[in-house]
Structures are given as structure tokens and as C-alpha cells.
């Protein structure tokens, strides 16, 4: 999942901040826990979690992030 983001073009990685973390680490769980996620993979934006178990295409990943960052800043 982390993959997914990376790639996406310089564009859109410049409109957010990318943190992952290590499920092998207590921070890592506890984020999980935060998040109420219940399964990997899991991607959150704005604190909200928008996709557990899913890697989602680029192209409906990109849109999410424009919509957000679109309400975010009017």
C-alpha cells in the first residue's frame, strides 16, 4: 500500500503528508487502534479511514485526495 502513494505524481504527493507505520512497533498498533482499523492494508486521510483491505486505484486514490484537499481549502 505504501507503494501505491509513493507513486503517486509529484502533484498530489505535494498536497499531503504521507506517514506509515510499522505494525511490528507499539506506535504502529496503537495508530492502528486510533484509526479503528481492522485490517491491513489500511490508508486514512484527514484522520478518517478510506480504505481497509483494499489497495485502491491510482486514479480514485488521486481523486479522494484532490476532493479533500479541494473542501479543506475553501
Known amino acids: 500500500m505504501a507503494e501505491s502513494v509513493k507513486v503517486l505524481p509529484e502533484e498530489i504527493q505535494a498536497l499531503i503528508d504521507i506517514h506509515e507505520w510499522d505494525m511490528r512497533t507499539r506506535p504502529g498498533i496503537q495508530r492502528f487502534k486510533e484509526l479503528k482499523a481492522r485490517s491491513l492494508p489500511s490508508v486514512a486521510l484527514d484522520e478518517d479511514l478510506i480504505y481497509e483491505s483494499i489497495i485502491p486505484g491510482q486514479e480514485e486514490l488521486i481523486h479522494e485526495i ?6 479543506k481549502n475553501t
Open 66 to 71: 484532490r476532493r479533500r484537499h479541494q473542501i
